[in-house]
């Protein structure tokens, strides 16, 4: 365990010179006593200001005639250990106090936050000075100080912690099985606590470092004739522009200290925190990144939208996540086409490959094409798939609280999708469009609801406004992603029809993603059932919902409360999706299905039939031929 | 709106009122009597005890607070002996040039700071990222008063670009380009660890906001991406980066004691540490609570601040 966690940090190279450094200099300190060096203290007027390797100084003398490696040495050695000591002070009492008021709570909570509130209330330079002024100068009163400034922080990041675990389960289980709250703290609390005393504290001990020097700076800490590195600094600065040196060489020393410190602490905290580890926090580009090997196949130039062929997948570890395997359809004006299939098939990322929102990193686009109008999208310069964006394609996203921006009006929201591609309009134009807009997703009061923030609406109106923004400009396609799976049935009737009803009278072209096919049965053209990425089955809605041929749509039938067949109760699909990271070579529902034999599992299934009905199942193909 | 404003300033009201007790107390606490430091080795007995009745020092600890509080809000913060002249006439003469220095380097800090957290969030380990991310690293290591100092040594002895030291030249000058001349370099050494702390948030707070739902949405609308970062992205950071730039304040405002007296700015800071060193408490005591009482104050702004910019606060 320790040893992989050394590990992890030390894989960050920078953390690993961090720990080099801080190794060379607390070597250097342990050794000192057996270096023969002169006695730091021992005053020469004649060695005045002497300058490095001169008269048999290392790195001169100072203003005393003192030597300045031997002084280095010894203050470097006291830096440390009064850093070290008043961090661990503060770790001890801080934690303490966060441990107990998370675990008791109530009135000791309350007491001991509102000291450490009104603590935290003065920036805490300020603080350190207050309590110096009240203990006096000195290295000891310095420490104290530091530590105590700084135990504010442990205590609220440890009161956090423990406050979560305290309320888990298995605590308030223990308690009801009598153990005693000593037992629990000792052996459930304080064990888990660990990882974020050692981030609080690898954030903290370099300040602590730097303001235990900065006092012994200002003359409030060592006090002469023992000196740590701040008050050789502070001592160096009456001589600073005659004799730099005596300043300049402990100022580097405690920048080297606080940098490997801060090195070494950032590499600390990468590997306790998941949060920060690397893939989570990466930065996603504008448009997901397209790699296809060899030229692409020119594209289909009879329908509005052609996808061919199209893979995405997503480069996290060492096998890639497939999460869109070789996916073809086409859409024409007025069409609606259903993709459906569990969550995790791959149909939110299909519908997000279109114009290149997946995000990426990790997402690459292996293969495929995606012609709009006859132009293949992945082949045009970013700055077409971008204008071709909210003008001709359009997405509804599922859940409009996360998907609308929770800190602009619904107002500026509609403007802005608008004036992005039209800047001529004026403030006026826009304001009658939006509200037009919203009338036409049958808003009842629309001044009012544009000077909303989507926070204070309903998630049927949310939705409505999703709607309201994809129409914005008119565009031939819309990609709604689960518009209405956060609904209520009733709003989710609503949703629908006004959905129905653009691209009948509009002759917008709906690529309609669900997981529900009772839903999609609803308004629909065509179906395309999707599973592990792959599209398994395409055909007109009734012949799919009617005369299902793939054993996995009859089993998503079968599931699916009011249309499953024979109108029993809804029946789950047993087993789950294979990995993505690790398909089988064969069907990928072979591990599900009932009818599954060897053949099956033997080599690829191909998608088979006629432009009417494709079926990817080795058992409809001998079948049907 | 106006109701949460009366709220969040009646919140800070026993905050503030935590800063005075503690200051007095921990300030009372001292060992010693303040009437034989201020009478010096010459102190007879009988004189101790006339003073310490005459400061009033002879009275139980509580009465001592509420007369010591009652004289603070008539704006009366005692008496220096060090200085002989009142605490408040002092500090108010003096807190200018603080809040000049402070103000400008919270600027810096805040401006420059977010500024490239943005630039390395939206560049994440490109070329400007990581040379962003070193000086950052850099920034936050170098102890201020040593980077004071070394700015002394180059900017000022080496290239004579700018003095040395002070606030205004002694002959002539006075005026704003003046002061802008000397201010220039201590605010820059004030600012460059709270500009690193800064731009460190504001990358991590820009890489998350980058990668929520929102932002998705404003691409799939095709706005620019330029707009896209600043309009949508920064606007939604820069609310969980307030908070820090609230702290900054505070380190820049208490920081500013080491920059002082490097540069010899005659501000608070050079005030407080003479005052420690001469142990003349009430006008550590002044000063230590009228810099608390400015940062309480600031954080009340950041907080009104957060709530105009995010409208899910204040219900
Ligand atoms: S190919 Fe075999 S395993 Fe796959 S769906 Fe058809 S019958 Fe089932």
Redesign the interface.
Known sequence: MMVRFAKRILRNRLAGFGAGLLLMVTGLCLVTPFLGLPDPNVISTADRFSLPFEDGFVLGADHLGRDILSRLLWGTRLSLAVGLTAALIAALIGSLIGILAGFFGGKLDDLLM?SV???M??????LA??????L??GLMNALIAVAIVNIPFFARNVRGVTLVIARSDYIAAARLSGRGSISLLLFEVVPNLWSVIIVAFSTTV?WMI?ET??LS????GSQPPQSDLGSM?GEG?AA??TN?HT??IP?LM??VI??GI??LG?GVRDALDPR?AKGT????S?VTQVLRTGQPAPVDTQSTLDVAGLSTEFRVDKNPLRAVRDVSFSLNGGECLAIVGESGSGKSVTA?SI?G?V?SPPAVITSGTVGFRGRDLFSEPFDVL??????RI??I?Q?PL???????TVGAQLA??MV??DPRLTKPVLRRRAISLLEDVRIANPEHIMMS?P??LSGGMRQRIGIA?ALANDPDIIIADEPTTALDVTVQAQVLRILDDLRRQKGVGLIFISHDLNVVSQISDRIAVMYAGQIVECGPSRDVLEQPAHPYTRALLASSPQIGAGGGLPKPIDGGLPRPDDLPAGCAFAARCEMATDICSASAVELRGSASREVRCVKWEAANG | MGRYILFRAAASVPVLIGITIIVFVILSLIPGDPATAILGSYATPENVARLNAQLGLDRPLVQRYFIWLGNLLQGDLGRSFSLNRPVIDEILERFNATLILSGLAFVMCSVLGILAGVISATRQYGLADKLITFSVLVGISVPSFFLGMMMILYFAVNLRWVPASGMYALYGGGDLPDLLHHLVMPATALAVVATGVVARMSRSAMLEVLRLDFIRTARAKGVRERRVITRHALRYAIVSILPVLGLQAGFVLSGAVYIEIVFQWPGIGRMLVDAILTRDIMLVQGGVLFVAACYVLFNIIVDLAQLWLDPRLGR
Do not use: K
């Not at chain 1, 700076?217 to 409030?220: A, D, K, N, S, V």
């Not at chain 1, 996360?402 to 602009?408: A, D, E, K, R, V």
């Open positions: 509102r509130d009104v603590l209330a003065f920036p805490y330079i300020l000075l207050a309590i110096v002024a009240v006096g100068p370099g730097l020097a900065g700076f200002l003359g409030l600094l600065r600073l522009i730099p300043s300049v100022g405690i920048f606080v940098m801060n090195l950032d920060l926090l990466q930065r996603s504008p997000l114009t929102l995000a971008r204008d071709l964006r909210g003008r359009a997405y996203f859940d996360s998907t609308l921006h929770p800190l602009l802005e999708a992005t591609h923030y926070h204070a923004m």
